[in-house]
């Protein structure tokens, strides 16, 4: 068998992303001719035309956009292999790092984070950012370093994740309220009245999914966006929150909180990144500290 011209990758990484004979052309500084040459083996090589006129433009084929991720994983990882091993200065670093992170992330792991950054590397800033909804834009577009969250099937399929820790849902409510009182049952805990989470809003969640066996279905008074918003209306009312135990546990000081009297979800919380980011020691770095940070709290 033939050995492949591996330099095709790259050429096929850049006309995919461009999606234009020119641009990928002067991208890699080739002539219009040359690019259309390379174009040509490519589709030979692959057997698919890859990229289609459209119009004016030019469209890409099912084939081709089933390669569009893969081949840019694979050039990524091919530059962090050719790159030489930088040594990383600590103390003389200046970078501003940001973490897009969910909600209650930055109460409950944030100050040991930042603490652990000033002590080994005084010049880096961290900023830590919202997370209004679940995609992976932010991080292929460069403007995000880092992200914490549940891997589901919207995340994209190119981003490194590694696991932060498990979690689990318990009940929180303020103090004195009845169901602080005594061993609350499902029945109980389903007939007080809930503050539900849900960024799109929706009335029904993984804790709903999880009453529904029992044939239970709790009161839901009000909806909000987030963890925060939820705890800050039952601590101030007789509403019942349910929240994650691990990332809330700075947010719900003072409160009561109960194990859920029925069998409920567990969530893998995780740690994102690019590709791109994965062999910078930098990033590496910090990476290593949000885990140690969240292993050790």
């Known amino acids: 068998m033939a050995r492949p011209d591996l330099n095709l990758l790259v050429t096929l990484d850049v006309l995919l992303t461009e999606g234009s004979v020119a641009r990928a052309a002067r991208r890699l500084r080739l002539s219009p001719s040359a690019m259309s040459r390379a ?10 035309p890859l990229l289609v006129r ?3 433009g030019l469209v890409p084929t099912p084939r081709a956009l089933e390669l569009r991720e893969r081949v840019g994983r694979v050039v990524e990882d091919a530059a962090a292999v050719l790159r030489p091993a930088e040594r990383l200065e600590l103390a003389s670093l200046v970078r501003t790092f940001t973490l897009r992170t969910s909600d209650g992330f930055v109460e409950s792991f944030g100050p040991g984070l930042v603490a652990r950054v000033v002590a080994e590397a005084p010049g880096v800033r961290l900023r830590f950012v919202g997370k209004p909804d679940k995609e992976s834009t932010p991080l292929r577009d460069g403007s995000v370093d880092l992200e914490t969250g549940v891997v589901e099937e919207s995340t994209g399929p190119e981003l490194r994740a590694r696991v932060l820790f498990h979690d689990r849902f318990v009940g929180a409510v303020r103090a004195g309220h009845p169901l602080s009182e005594s061993e609350p049952t499902a029945e109980r805990y389903a007939a007080g009245g809930h503050v539900a989470v849900s960024r799109r809003g929706s009335e029904r969640g993984l804790i709903d999914e999880a009453l529904t066996p029992l044939g239970i279905e709790r009161r839901v008074v009000t909806i909000v966006d987030g963890f925060a918003a939820a705890l800050a209306l039952a601590r101030g009312s007789d509403l019942i929150a349910t929240v994650p135990e691990r990332h ?6 003072g409160m009561h ?8 979800p567990e969530v893998t919380v995780s740690l994102l990144w690019h590709p791109r980011l994965h062999a910078d020691p930098a990033h590496r770095w910090l990476r290593g500290l949000v885990l140690e ?5």
Do not use: N
């Open 39 to 48: 174009l040509a083996r490519l589709r030979a090589t692959t057997g698919d």
């Open 54 to 56: 459209a119009g004016r």
């Open 248 to 253: 809330t546990g700075v947010l719900r000081a």
């Open 257 to 264: 909180s109960f194990a859920l009297p029925f069998p409920s």
């Open 293 to 297: 940070c969240c292993s050790a709290t």
